[in-house]
């Protein structure tokens, strides 16, 4: 394998550890996966994220470590939750369909799911969800999750909510940033 091959091989495996620490996992494997769930392919799945198709194709292969977009960041996330609640059978396709299009349509600052406005605490109107997504993607542009995990080791002896805090809403799965925003209102 010739030197500059070599680098781009290196530099791509750097950039899917980058992203497994951001994302949870490589976001190719992430892309496939929404495809294979949500049955979509690498066109549409662009358009849903708001992204052109040859940046999410140098997502998937590594070639770009990072998505810089907020918007977009929230509109990965809530395609997980749709992605994840149709693997679990609580959301049939044409659910999916619906929620993409809203997923898509949305300009990142909002991207709740069917009923959460009327069953969630809100926080000044704004619905537990749409705070708790808002602070998610605050954390997860400025550190991976294993550098949220790193600080929050670091602050807990002397700051342990706040550790809790960093764990729980930069590190952490929404659903349980949902749930400690919800117990956590008076």
Known sequence: MEGSAREAVR??????????????????????RFMAELGLNQVRLAGV?????????????????????PAVVQRLQALQELAGEVAAGRADAVDAAGRMAEIRESTGSSLLGPGTHSTSVEFGGVPARQVVHGIQTVLRSVAS??????????????????????????????????????????
Do not use: C
């Open 145 to 186: 999750a294993g550098e949220i995990e790193r600080a929050a080791l670091t602050l807990a002896p002397a700051h342990p909510q706040l550790a809790e805090f960093l764990r729980v809403y930069g590190a952490g799965r929404t659903g349980d940033a949902v749930a400690h925003y919800e117990a956590h209102q008076d």
């Open 49 to 69: 994220l708001g992204l052109s198709a040859p940046m999410l194709s140098q997502l998937m292969s590594g070639q770009r470590a990072k998505i810089g977009n």
């Open 11 to 32: 530099r791509a495996e750097e950039a899917r550890e980058l992203q497994r620490g951001w994302y949870g996992e490589p976001l190719g494997d992430l892309f496939r």
